[in-house]
């Protein structure tokens, strides 16, 4: 949370001329609340049951799509594997604890960072680091970049071409 995938990912798509998806606002589509309505009235286990199906729904679109995919997404066994299986490049956004508090701390929409940001980033890290490392593809530090250096970092290292992707 507060990585910049969403953000990223949007402007990554747009320069690519690709589709893109957001695995939290599809599973929002999907049931029409908002990720925090359906953790208070569903429970993290059936918002983690509906981001599954959302992501296996992302992983057969046939357009070229860069798809942002929440941090808890990677839990589940089946999406990491899914997330292997089709995607060409996963990449990492990471940041400190204290840049992703500062800009993820206090948003509305992020049901488990509600008591404690800094304890909860803390140990989401703990609980999720060892699952990025083993899917990840590209891991980019984003503390210190805007989305645009972010963008041009993702398309670097993932080897992507803008003239060639935008003729497809």
Same mark, same amino acid.
């Given at each position: 949370?507060?990585?910049?995938?969403?953000?990223?990912?949007?402007?990554?798509? %747009? *320069?690519?001329?690709?589709?893109? !998806?957001?695995?939290?606002?599809?599973?929002? *589509?999907?049931? *029409?609340?908002?990720?925090? @309505?359906?953790?208070?009235?569903?429970?993290? #286990?059936?918002?983690?049951? /509906?981001?599954?199906? !959302? /992501?296996?729904?992302?992983?057969?679109?046939?357009?070229?799509? &860069?798809?942002? &995919?929440?941090?808890?997404?990677?839990?589940?066994? +089946?999406?990491?594997? /899914?997330? %292997?299986?089709?995607?060409?490049?996963?990449?990492?956004?990471?940041?400190?604890?204290?840049?992703?508090?500062?800009?993820?701390?206090?948003?509305?929409?992020?049901?488990?960072?509600? !008591?404690?940001?800094?304890? $909860?980033?803390?140990?989401?890290?703990?609980?999720? @680091?060892?699952?990025? $490392?083993?899917?990840?593809?590209? %891991?980019? !530090?984003?503390?210190?970049?805007? #989305?645009?250096?972010?963008?041009?970092? &993702?398309? +670097?290292?993932? %080897?992507?071409? #803008?003239?060639?992707?935008? &003729?497809?």
């Amino acid at each position: 949370m507060g990585s910049g995938k969403t953000s990223v990912g949007r402007a990554l798509a %747009k *320069k690519l001329n690709f589709k893109f !998806a957001d695995s939290d606002e599809l599973v929002e *589509k999907i049931v *029409k609340l908002s990720v925090r @309505e359906i953790f208070t009235q569903m429970g993290e #286990v059936e918002f983690r049951r /509906l981001e599954s199906s !959302a /992501l296996a729904e992302a992983c057969r679109c046939t357009q070229p799509t &860069v798809l942002a &995919v929440a941090g808890g997404a990677i839990l589940r066994q +089946e999406n990491r594997t /899914l997330l %292997k299986d089709h995607a060409k490049c996963i990449v990492w956004l990471d940041a400190p604890t204290s840049t992703l508090v500062g800009r993820a701390g206090r948003a509305k929409h992020r049901p488990l960072l509600d !008591a404690d940001p800094v304890g $909860q980033l803390n140990q989401m890290r703990i609980d999720r @680091e060892s699952l990025y $490392q083993q899917i990840a593809t590209n %891991k980019i !530090a984003t503390a210190s970049f805007n #989305v645009a250096e972010v963008v041009n970092h &993702v398309i +670097e290292t993932c %080897k992507l071409s #803008v003239a060639e992707t935008a &003729v497809k």
